[in-house]
């Protein structure tokens, strides 16, 4: 009886009821800003892969290292990726000796996540030189 | 991949897939797709200065270059073409990627001239793009704007629509380094093969019965933009380097849910 007697109480419950119901409703009506999703940034894997692929699509990749023309090599793969994300590229011989003498990346990993990918692609010289390229890409979370 | 599956993509072509054919070829029934095509080197051409020297006009241009908005050195290849007139210009963009191009075009014809650039990466062949520059409206053009000969190219054929008095008197096929002139027919010119590692920009010189015009299109038909747009939805983007024709370019694929 206590409880039916306070009034002030009830109304306070009451506005309480409505307020968490108009917030709701705000809630719900105001659609959320569509933002343009990026997965390249979350399968950074695939995006090594196809970048290294798709430049050595006719053996362009291994006369650059056969020529240890870094530079080009350097600016070759960063012209493929989007400016958001960071790479080192590593080339190594078939002992597994790295092969370029100064790091080919554009800066320093821009997260923790670093996704690895290794592309092995054979110099069309006569000598047919094997080259394991490993790409290391990170996004920016 | 193919210069014309790629062409087709284009709402430009005559024969291109429509919105649903692309949906049924692709065979996905509940999920959008938007697919985009664009070249890896961007150019930005914007006019400096012009005066008139004799009976021609000299034009100062200051030229851009860049990837990914990341500025770019590259090898300038130019063409002018106007009514019987046709030049080349070289010229290179530095590491800050500007460069500067003095060119002249005759005086009468700088209205109907076309200035054509190709910039190619130094330290890649493949990385070849290129922009046209309109002088009649001082406007750069990515894609072609005019329409009246709806030119459409496709299996190494450049088909147009010639009617109503209008006649294609000449047809340039111009790439970085090489510029052919194949003999154009009543409604098709035969695209020559190129050996060149450049998509191929092709100007068709006509005349109707009020004057002399020209207008462009690419071959492969890229930048491109085919499918859903996406405006106020999310999608998931996947971008891809691909090759078409020995020439590298950005393939943007968008997936994302219909709203039902």
Known sequence: MRFVKDKKGQVRVIEAFFASVLILSCLTLIPAQPTPKNTSSSNLASLAENTLVSLDSDGHLSLLVASEDWAALGRCVESALPLSVWFNLTVYDVNSHPLNDYPICNGGAVSNTISSFNYVCASSSSNFEVYVLQLQLAAVD | ?260
Request: net charge negative; aromatic share 8%; glycine share 6%.
């Open chain 2, 1 to 260: 991949m193919d210069p014309d599956k790629i062409s087709r993509l284009n709402p430009q072509n005559t024969i291109s897939l429509t919105h649903i054919d692309l949906a049924t070829s692709a065979r996905l029934t509940d999920i959008a797709l938007g697919i985009s095509v664009s070249q890896i080197m961007n150019i930005g051409i914007e006019q400096l200065s012009n005066h008139t020297v004799g009976g021609n006009t000299a034009f100062d241009f200051q030229v851009s270059t860049f990837i990914d908005a990341k500025p770019t050195s590259a090898n300038l290849h130019c063409y002018i073409i106007a009514e019987n007139y046709l030049n080349t210009v070289n010229a290179t963009t530095n590491q800050s990627g500007v460069g500067t191009l003095a060119l002249q075009v005759p005086s009468g014809n700088v209205d109907d001239a076309l200035l054509i650039v190709f910039a190619r990466a130094p330290f890649d062949e493949r990385i070849t793009s290129f922009t046209v520059y309109k002088f009649a409206n001082s406007m750069q053009q990515t894609t072609p704007s005019n329409t009246s000969l709806s030119l459409s190219p496709l299996d190494s054929t450049l088909f147009y629509n010639a009617s109503d008095g209008v006649s294609v008197e000449k047809v340039y096929a111009l790439t970085y380094s090489y510029l052919q002139t194949p003999t154009p027919g009543s409604s098709q010119c035969t695209v020559p093969a190129s050996v060149d590692h450049s998509p191929s920009v092709l100007v068709a010189c006509a005349s109707d019965g009020s004057g002399y015009f020209e207008e462009w299109t690419a071959y492969p038909q890229v930048p491109l933009t085919a499918g859903s747009g996406f405006a106020n939805s999310e999608r998931n983007v996947f971008t891809y380097t691909v090759t078409v024709d020995g020439v590298l370019y950005k393939l943007q694929i968008s997936l994302g849910a219909i709203n039902r």
